[in-house]
């Protein structure tokens, strides 16, 4: 494939809603500027690794997991395991055509005039609306879920070439940010940091970069060993920060004039419509705000397509990608009407969005992302990885393996336990004893089998 497009493809799969709607809340609740500082910097030493070790794996082996499953080791074990991937996959697309649609929807409205000059009785009757519109989030999810079996029938070089017509609108967006970032960061508290928001800062960064972590694998397949894959994830993960300040810098507007204490996504966009409440004219800031909610959400889930989307010759690419992508709509369903807190599809008081968000987020994603890491950390020879990364060997390359043998999978399992915690609520003592009983089963299965204990069995 053409470099450009590639280059463009590894752009698209970093940004997403979370740079837009997500990042804010975090920030205003986390810490301001102090947070910011931490999640930029986990985002370019500490997910980058990451990244590129799935390049490297990919530019290594030369094939997709799909491919690798089914054609050529052909192993229950290895289907088990793309099972496991295809699953997460369709947990997160089924999230971001959510999403999606509620984004669509607000973006169309707010664009449209529709929330200008709202008293706050109209703004709880205009929520109230849209919770209660199931049909036209419906509409926008069957409508996305068309587009992607449309666009993934066409394959890899469609995909990035819909890239390559964003990424420079999203580039002149962030170089005439560039000033207000600056007032943005100066306008900021510099907090010290708990170790609660240092958690959060490390699981955004994951959620930030979860398209990338589930298919970065599948692009290095197609990736020429002459690229440096060092400074292309260097400048990759740049724009992706860039892009969420240059958003977060105009939200930071309304946030801050609207005082709003524990922000979420939905406070946020509340805060959004009552800064529009004096006005008759659309602001272009938030004009251009919305815009790129609506843009970015509209292309957020077509680089997982990747993972489906396989070569004419493969035999089931076609029931595959569809299988797929009715599922996601299924679940989308699922998720439409389970959103409200009076729907019957409730557990535990929580609505079913939030076991999906936490399974798919905090659960499997970092199990998959420990894998990779621990696979090319450990498993991969040396030399092999040497030659892909840095041919001089080094400092850099040192440190590098370092960070993918020990420090991401002691911090992907701190951000694994904290999200198992909170979706099977026990404390973390009942969870730390669930885990040792857990091994001690697994060590007495093994003493079994290999008849080091109850030899007569």
Known sequence: MNLILLLALLVGTQIGLSDGLILPTLVADHGQGSFLAVYTVLKLLFILPVLQAELVAGRLYRVTPFEFSFSILNKTTTRVLFGILLTAIILVMATNLFNTSWALMFGFDGLQGDLLSLKPLDQNLYWF?????????????????????????????????????????VA???????????????????????????????????????????????????????????????GVQAFDVLYGMAMLAISWQWISAQ?????????????????????????????VWLFFTALVGSISSLPLLLLVTQERHVPGRRWLLMGTIASV?????????????????????????HYVQQLSQGVIIPFITASIALWIGWVVWPNRVLLQVNPHGGLRYFLWRLVLKFVVPLVLGLVFVRATVSLIAIDLYQALACVCAILLIFRLYYWVKNRALLPRI
């Open 259 to 287: 005082a709003v204490a524990n922000l979420d996504v939905g406070t946020l966009l509340r805060a959004l419509t009552a800064s529009l409440s004096d006005t008759v004219l659309l602001p272009f800031p938030i004009a």
């Open 172 to 234: 002149l967006f962030i170089v005439l940010s560039l000033p207000s970032i600056g007032r943005m960061l100066l306008d900021m508290a510099w907090p010290a940091l708990s170790v609660e928001d240092l958690l959060v800062a490390m699981q955004h960064a994951l959620t930030s970069s979860m398209a990338g972590l589930l298919i970065w694998y599948v692009v290095g397949t197609n990736l020429s060993d002459r690229l440096p894959t060092g400074r292309v994830i260097i």
């Open 129 to 169: 609306a849209q919770n209660q519109d199931i049909s036209r989030i419906m509409i926008l999810v069957v409508v996305q879920g068309v587009l992607l079996v449309m666009l993934g029938g066409l394959a890899w070089r469609v995909i990035a070439a819909i890239f390559l017509a964003v990424v420079p609108l």
């Open 329 to 353: 709509v299924a679940l989308s369903g699922v998720l439409v009407y389970s959103h409200d807190p009076d729907s019957p599809l409730i557990w535990y008081g929580k609505p079913v969005y």
